[in-house]
């Protein structure tokens, strides 16, 4: 299975963050279902042409997370995740994303009336398309 990662090396984000958040987002989705296999860690790595480690370091903290799970010998799997958990995922990442764009206006000497407004007026133009 080849996932949909792109990786930006304009990013600030490590490779192995940006991994890990896409693959986040894929399980929280619903892209990606409990019992779904995942590229093994040589295959992804030669797939995103990052190194070995740094795929490695993205399945271990997505393990950690319980997001995955793998069994010797077999693969790497979507764990059954609860829609609870996939809810918080999905928060955190609106809420980072967010972020991001808000550090992003302050780079731009943005005040903060000028940020919310520039978000109102993003949001208006979605809800109107």
Same mark, same amino acid.
């Not at 409990?34 to 795929?55: H, M, Q």
């Not at 809420?95 to 919310?116: L, S």
């Given at each position: *299975?080849?996932?949909?990662?792109? %990786? #930006?090396?304009? #990013? ?5 963050? /940006?991994?890990? /958040? ?5 399980? =929280? ?16 790595? !030669?797939?995103? @042409? ?7 370091? =993205? ?5 950690? &997370?319980? %997001?995955?799970?793998?069994? /010797? ?11 609870? %958990? ?6 955190? *990442? ?5 972020? /991001?764009?808000? &550090?992003? =206006? ?5 005040? @903060? @009336? @000028? ?12 809800? !109107? %398309?």
């Amino acid at each position: *299975m080849k996932l949909p990662i792109k %990786l #930006s090396k304009q #990013s600030r984000e490590p490779f192995y963050h /940006q991994i890990e /958040q896409q693959i986040k987002a894929l399980i =929280a989705s619903g892209q990606l279902l409990a019992g779904d296999s995942l590229p093994s860690i040589r295959s992804l790595s !030669n797939d995103l @042409e990052v190194s070995v480690i740094t795929t490695r370091r =993205a399945y271990q903290n997505l393990e950690y &997370q319980e %997001l995955i799970h793998t069994s /010797q010998g077999k693969g790497t799997f979507v764990s059954d995740v609860h829609q609870s %958990l996939k809810d918080e995922v999905q928060k955190d *990442m609106v809420y980072q994303a967010v972020k /991001q764009a808000i &550090q992003t =206006a302050k780079q731009h000497n943005y005040t @903060e @009336e @000028e940020i919310r407004d520039t978000f109102l007026e993003a949001l208006s133009k979605e809800e !109107n %398309l």
